[in-house]
């Protein structure tokens, strides 16, 4: 793959922006079908220029203006926000307080520097094919919850780009919900918590749902939350059950010998912070006598097991081992990215300044062969392109006639399959805006 060099990225964003952009696709998407008037319209853009020179509040009135403005200012970064009650380039001639975010998709984003108190192989940006595991889990976990806990159909899961994932639930009804609800479906989802200075981060013993106590006492909301979701409210035990078994598939191999978190006395102190005291004795000897960390996972477990048997402590046992796996494994959100409807989120296919990386969809067919690596640069695809262009060039020269038979120019590159994976969940958002749409037309029919 063709290196990337930071220096050329100016040059690199105009072919990028002028020739393999997927603008159709793009605006297929943010315009929903059009079916609300000025949807696209009023949603709020943001460019990041050179030197990091931030623009707020773009909005265009149709494709062909996003792509002209986005060719004249050749973005390092774009980000999307909320559909506002008023263009968002018109704001300051809005009456003060008049201008709100109203939608925007239920938005998820999970980096991998907040699991840097539980991965041994990088820290902070650094990332490497062990702890992209991580990354994986959080993509199974998630999305199953989504999709059998909350019924949403509509789930773009996107690479960063460098260092994580993000996720955008684009159904209709989520993208009305309140700031409260999205609250209470990320606190829902959230089952590791407290900062750098919390050792034990996920306490399983807890009496009351997190769901419900976000919401409260307010019996007004828990019905917005029925009328809008129409499900009953999750259970929680059920998210932490199939997490679990998601990640006992990984676990042994990612943690137990990718990660070694019990290959020595400095890691498994770690271990032991998160068990009872009068366990620790016993496994500190334990430990000492066997040889790797999957011996000692094994005999952490077994000890667990007769601490329980021998106790009403409702702290050990499958609980103890369930804590231990979901601090390592399970997924670390930004609560505040998820509940704000105006935060800003970084746009798929914008490419990450640093890396070169385009911020590609993950197709959720293909989750565990995902390698952030092998996702295209802009200077893959450009030179890509250029070697294309200068071999069709040739062939057209030494033709005597014939019909040109244009292929769109991001069909040529490696960045194809990743706009496929996209326009692959732009049909099922079609069939299924369709199928709304044929309901309510029989629905007045009836009446």
Request: proline share 4%; hydrophobic share 35%; glycine share 4%.
């Amino acid at each position: 793959m063709e290196t990337f060099d930071p220096t050329e990225l100016p040059e690199l964003l105009k072919l990028y922006y002028r020739r393999l952009f997927p603008y159709a696709q793009y605006y297929r998407w943010l315009n929903y079908g059009g079916v609300v008037k000025n949807y696209f319209q009023h949603r709020e853009f943001s460019f990041t220029l050179k030197d990091d020179i931030y623009i707020r509040y773009q909005s265009f009135n149709n494709q062909s203006e996003l792509e002209k403005e986005m060719q004249k200012m050749n973005p390092y970064k774009i980000d999307i926000g909320a559909v506002y009650s008023h263009r968002p380039n018109q704001h300051n001639t809005v009456k003060l307080g008049a201008f709100q975010a109203q939608e925007k998709e239920l938005v998820f984003d999970i980096d991998m520097t907040d699991y840097d108190d539980v991965r041994r192989c990088c820290s902070s940006a650094d990332i490497c094919s062990k702890c992209w595991t991580l990354m994986t889990m959080a993509i199974h976990i998630i999305d199953r919850a989504l999709k059998e806990d909350f019924g949403f159909k509509h789930r773009l899961w996107v690479y960063s780009g460098r260092r994580g994932v993000h996720c955008w639930v684009c159904d209709e009804s989520v993208r009305k919900l309140s700031s409260a609800v999205r609250s209470g479906i990320v606190e829902y989802l959230s089952l590791v918590k407290g900062g750098q200075d919390v050792k034990k981060k996920v306490h399983l013993n807890e009496k009351i749902h997190p769901f419900v106590r976000s919401v409260g006492k307010d019996s007004m909301q828990l019905c917005l939350i029925y009328l809008h979701m129409l499900l009953e409210l999750p259970c929680q035990f059920s998210l932490l059950r199939k997490s679990i078994n998601i990640i006992k598939k990984y676990f042994e191999e990612y943690a137990l010998v990718g990660q070694n978190i019990l290959e020595n006395k400095e890691s498994w102190d770690k271990i032991l912070a998160l068990v009872p005291e009068t366990m620790h004795d016993e496994l500190q000897q334990s430990f000492q006598k066997h040889q790797n960390s999957l011996q000692r996972w094994e005999y952490l477990k077994k000890a667990a097991s007769r601490y329980q048997n021998n106790s009403k402590n409702d702290k050990c046992g499958p609980w103890l081992e369930w804590e231990i796996m979901l601090q390592y494994c399970f997924p670390r959100l930004d609560i505040n990215v998820s509940k704000g409807i105006n935060h800003l989120l970084k746009s798929p296919f914008s490419v990450h300044p640093k890396t070169g990386r385009i911020s590609v969809p993950i197709d959720l067919q293909k989750v565990d062969q995902f390698d952030p690596f092998t996702v295209p640069t802009i200077s893959s695809i450009c030179h890509e392109l250029d070697a294309i262009s200068t071999n069709e060039e040739e062939k057209e020269n030494g033709a005597e006639s014939g019909i040109k038979h244009r292929t769109r120019d991001y069909k040529k590159t490696s960045l194809a399959p990743f706009v496929k994976v996209f326009e692959q969940f732009l049909e099922n958002l079609d069939r299924s805006r369709k199928g709304e749409l044929l309901k309510k037309s029989d629905l007045q029919k009836d009446f």
